[in-house]
């Protein structure tokens, strides 16, 4: 069984400013992990993913993830907001070889002027 | 540029109507998916397809169901829509990759 907590269901930063977008999975195998992102009226586009290579996974728009298996975690971080990262963000688990992943309830980002 | 087509974008329709919901994908992908998503943004699986004639219904309880004649095509159909199937609905594909590529969507409205 596999599942995903996403910490907050919204966050709010300013632009500029650091964002963290947490992450903890769930899984008694190796899993893979995803971080998607959705724009409105869009449907979700791949961030980044791990599949068991480098911990630390570098994605579109300057986003990165690292992934700890200590801690379960694979939090999204980017050094500086910008505005037009106003966006949901969704933390998916695949586990056990299979190719459907369990997503998060989903994360708001908010960036302020 | 988008490699996974849905049509229409937006739908209005009346309660009792058969309605259609277009997916397409130009990347040869195996496996092909249709989400609900609900106003919380919360992604539930409807339906899904491994292959050509492969059809399983995923874990939300839909009143829909789908075909896959052709690999590239995945066709989502309501007999009879209602209000409560106001949705968004997502098409995703994948194939060895075990990342998504989803299309932009199709906002149903029932009315």
């Known amino acids: 069984a596999q599942s995903v907590t996403q910490l907050g269901s919204h966050v709010s930063v300013s632009e500029g400013a650091l964002v963290l977008l947490r992450c903890n999975y769930s899984?008694?195998?190796?899993?893979?992990l995803f971080w998607y992102v959705q724009y409105p009226n869009q449907g979700l586009q791949l961030l980044l993913k791990?599949?068991?290579?480098?911990?630390l996974v570098k994605g579109i728009n300057g986003f990165e993830a690292e992934f700890k298996k200590s801690e379960t975690s694979f939090h999204l971080t980017k050094p500086s907001a910008h505005m037009s990262d106003a966006a949901e963000y969704f933390c998916?688990?695949?586990?056990?070889?299979?190719?459907?992943?369990?997503f998060g309830r989903g994360t708001s980002l908010i960036v302020h002027p | 540029e988008a490699d996974i087509y849905q049509t229409p974008r937006y739908l209005v329709i009346g309660t009792g109507k058969k309605i259609t919901l277009e997916c397409s994908q130009t990347?040869?992908?195996?496996?092909m998916y249709w989400y609900q998503q609900d106003p919380g943004m919360e992604l539930h699986l409807i339906h899904y397809?491994?292959?050509?004639?492969?059809?399983e219904k995923g874990d939300l309880s839909s009143e829909s169901t789908v075909s896959r004649i052709r690999t590239e095509h995945f066709p989502l159909t309501l007999e009879s829509a209602r209000p409560s199937h106001t949705s968004q609905y997502l098409c995703?594909?994948?194939?060895?990759?075990?990342?998504?590529?989803f299309g932009s969507g199709t906002r149903l409205t029932v009315v």
């Open positions: 998916a688990v695949s586990a056990g070889g299979s190719y459907i992943p369990t």
């Open positions: 899984s008694s195998v190796p899993p893979y």
């Open positions: 791990y599949t068991s290579a480098a911990t």
């Open positions: 990347m040869g992908h195996d496996k």
């Open positions: 397809s491994y292959g050509v004639n492969s059809t």
């Open positions: 995703a594909s994948n194939g060895r990759d075990y990342g998504y590529t």
